[in-house]
């Protein structure tokens, strides 16, 4: 509590990138409402008044943005929205920060050439037969459609060292 009114705003608030074009505030104020009380949407868009594809999102509550956080590629029309922390592009820029993990991941599997049809559940229905399963990402391109990769996240290594030998060059669909 005694962070200035401006750092205990920017802890409410949560990133929001990844929007289709066409949403509009009244859908992401209706879609993050399940997180909490919204104070202010505040949609980025183009002088000619279209979406520039990311909004920021002020809770009442830190605890309310960070339920929001846990929603982080959860699908917004027919594209993953992918919720980050508001970050001071400034700071930023002198320390940058990579969200992800550079060293060697044992619990985590990449996948590639994947049909497009293969969707995230047919991935989860496949792997959680070999271990218990974090979290599965499949990138899409900004139409939605498949790039035709996947990540597939285990709670320990173990999991992943099976699946991998056991669906390596597999073929799904």
Do not use: W
């Amino acid at each position: 509590d005694n962070l200035s009114e401006a750092a205990q705003k920017k802890l409410r608030t949560v990133f929001l990138s990844n929007l289709d074009y066409t949403v509009g505030d009244d859908d992401v104020m209706n879609v993050m409402s399940s997180s909490g009380v919204i104070l202010d949407v505040r949609l980025i868009k183009k002088p000619d008044g279209k979406s520039k594809g990311y909004a920021f999102v002020e809770f009442e509550k830190h605890s309310e943005a960070l339920e929001a956080l846990k929603r982080d590629n959860e699908l917004l029309g027919h594209r993953p929205m992918y919720i980050s922390e508001c970050v001071d592009k400034d700071s930023e820029k002198k320390n940058p920060i990579f969200k992800f993990d550079k060293g060697l991941e044992k619990n985590k599997l990449f996948i590639n050439n994947l049909d497009p049809e293969v969707t995230r559940k047919d991935l989860a229905e496949l792997f959680e037969k070999f271990g218990k399963l974090k979290e599965i990402r499949v990138p899409t391109y900004r139409n939605g459609h498949s790039k035709g990769i996947a990540f597939v996240d285990f709670e320990n290594e173990v999991g992943a060292a099976t699946a991998l030998i056991k669906t390596d060059n597999m073929m799904l669909k």
